[in-house]
């Protein structure tokens, strides 16, 4: 995959049965590795599990800085900018900062750290799955070479474990100042989803939406059951 010439054949192959399907999931399914709808699901967990939040909040900031050092130092041009009309794009042309995926690398921070917060060995498989599509949709909506989503999930994963060990090491999760502001953050990205009409993805916009709606109903309620998590360290 390392070839640029494997690379864009296998771009160009995925991207074309991706097609297939409506553009529509593809849409939903990209939105979902964008870092403020990540943050929004995340206070749906915040009243149970702060620790979990508070690893994927730390683990976005390596994450962040990782991600966007590397698109400005390497600049990779996108897919549509190599082969134009040939390909399928869903949402914006993108042209220039291709490696690594944002997306992909947004969306295994949050598998890394549920991985190892869950319990249920059946639960981490369809967190791995989703995580996978979402870098896969990265492909189908054309914006990133199957190379860029390798480097999404290495990027992310391992920013998803140092997340996780400093939420451990620093249990700044038990601090009111700290948690106080995990609530108004995750709130004010939840508000910002719902009223924010200038989106990337605008077959995307009802399920965005619905997720603001739903998780600030989630949170709004006066207890939530507990779940498969732990607030073990892992293994």
């Not at 640029?4 to 054949?9: E, L």
């Amino acid at each position: 995959m390392s070839d640029p010439a494997s690379n864009q054949m296998l771009f160009q192959s995925l991207n074309q049965a991706a097609s297939r399907l409506p553009e529509t999931l593809w849409s939903g399914l990209t939105i979902l590795g964008d870092t403020l709808v990540a943050f929004v699901l995340l206070l749906a967990l915040l009243r149970r599990h702060p620790q979990v939040v508070l690893a994927v909040l730390l683990a976005s900031l390596p994450a962040t800085l990782i991600s966007h050092a590397l698109k400005e130092a390497l600049d990779m041009a996108r897919p549509f900018a190599v082969l134009g009309e040939q390909i399928n794009v869903i949402g914006p042309y993108l042209k220039s900062n291709s490696f690594p995926s944002g997306h992909t690398t947004t969306a295994f921070v949050l598998a890394a750290v549920l991985s190892l917060s869950l319990r249920s060995p059946f639960t981490r498989f369809w967190v791995l799955l989703l995580a996978l599509l979402v870098g896969f949709s990265r492909i189908a909506v054309g914006a990133h070479w199957p190379l860029d989503i390798f480097g999404g999930m290495v990027c992310g994963w391992v920013s998803g474990l140092l997340g996780w060990y400093w939420a451990e090491r620093t249990g700044w999760w038990r601090k009111p100042g700290v948690v106080l502001f995990m609530h108004m953050l995750l709130i004010g990205c939840a508000l910002s989803l719902w009223f924010n009409e200038d989106r990337y993805y605008p077959l995307a916009r009802p399920f965005e939406q619905a997720i603001a709606l739903l998780v600030l109903v989630m949170y709004a309620l006066p207890e939530w059951r507990k779940d498969k998590f732990s607030s073990q360290q892992p293994g």
